[in-house]
């Protein structure tokens, strides 16, 4: 895989103060210019944002600010030419359906869109994700699986480990990770969150990688910061919250 560093993707600014990713080796990557991205991305800012990441040198590890920007994580995918397996950590399935032929992708349809586009893509596994009680898989495609958060709450990392290497073939995994998944104790977002430790969610990132190739990684699920937000007391904690929770991910997705 190309590069052993971090790409950072830049819409709105919410990495630039997380001074602890300048650490590693790192590229910035601009699209503060782009119009019409914001939750739903138009087909021409989502052509802009494939062509500007083509000729990125970091490829393992994306960091891509906001959770309203997650469907950039199809881009990612689209760029990997072996079949392989999506684990997805996030309070959100991501599932919602396309609406027509509307020339849209959003933050919370991009999985369907990955599932109807991509060949390659062979199982999505979905860990953390709320789902209402008495919600069940009923009408899910069948190669997607989802560990509901009322479940991954009570197992330990090696139980959902074991849970999605059942449902997966022994091929390279994709581990996107929306920071909603973590309580509110390990990160803070605009999303409602769920109730996924840090300590949890990095033991089955270091099993996963233990037991399968990784195609590649990203992460998600900033606090949206203006710069009077600087001058909140909470808002910086808020910030150095999610920037030692990046750390820890980053630095889980690049030993070994």
Known sequence: MKGSGISLLNFDGTLRHQSLLGKYPAEWIDFTDLRGCHGYCAEDSLRK??????SRKHRRITL????????VTWVLLSEIRQPFSLILFDHHTDLAPGVGDTPFISCGSWVSHALDTLPLLDRVVIVGAHIPDGGSGCGLPTNVTIIPEREARRMSPAEIVRAIRSATPGQPIYISVDK???DPENAATDWDQGSMTLRQLLDAIRELKRIRPLAGADVCGEMPLSPVDLLSGERVRHLKKNELANKAIVDTLLTG
């Open 49 to 54: 944002i494939e062509h500007r990441l083509r």
């Open 64 to 71: 891509i600010g906001r959770g309203n920007y997650h469907y």
């Open 180 to 182: 909603d998944v973590l």
